[in-house]
């Protein structure tokens, strides 16, 4: 604050970002996912990708946080991403519109969610939590 300054730090190191960053932008396949505080995104996320990023983080004592489930299937090519969301090969809450559209920026709580799940078409609104679990 005191220079005035901003940084864009690109890592996988999620403690790293925990206490360096202020917000926090998850990608996959170049698209974004999920974007907040940092600490929104890293203590309640939303978006099935984000869960699955950090339910994989290994902690000292596993008994100590919710099990999540490792992700099934191949990444699909960068190259040649699929249509529609590039998360949904690999997603097990994949909606009908996730193989067709791209989804926008649903705004939930204090951070946007780019999913389905949230958004008009979806099982929730904007506003409504939707467990992802």
């Known amino acids: 604050e005191e220079f005035d300054l901003?940084?864009?730090?690109?890592?996988?190191?999620?403690?790293?970002?925990?206490?360096?960053?202020?917000?926090?932008?998850?990608?996959?396949?170049?698209?974004?996912?999920?974007?907040?505080?940092?600490?929104?995104?890293?203590?309640?996320?939303?978006?099935?990708?984000?869960?699955?990023?950090?339910?994989?983080?290994?902690?000292?004592?596993?008994?100590?946080?919710d099990p999540v489930p490792p992700l099934k299937g191949e990444i699909p090519s960068p190259t040649n991403p699929p249509a529609g969301c590039r998360f949904h090969p690999r997603c097990s809450r994949k909606l009908a519109i996730c193989q067709e559209?791209?989804?926008?920026?649903?705004?939930?709580?204090?951070?946007?969610?780019?999913?389905?799940?949230f958004d008009e078409v979806g099982e929730g609104g904007p506003e409504e939590e939707v467990s992802i679990e």
């Open 6 to 65: 901003s940084y864009v730090l690109i890592t996988h190191d999620l403690a790293v970002v925990r206490q360096l960053c202020d917000r926090l932008l998850v990608m996959y396949l170049g698209m974004p996912a999920e974007m907040g505080p940092t600490e929104a995104v890293l203590d309640r996320p939303k978006h099935p990708y984000s869960r699955a990023l950090i339910g994989s983080v290994l902690v000292p004592d596993p008994s100590l946080r």
């Open 101 to 117: 559209r791209a989804p926008t920026p649903q705004r939930v709580g204090n951070t946007e969610v780019w999913c389905h799940l």
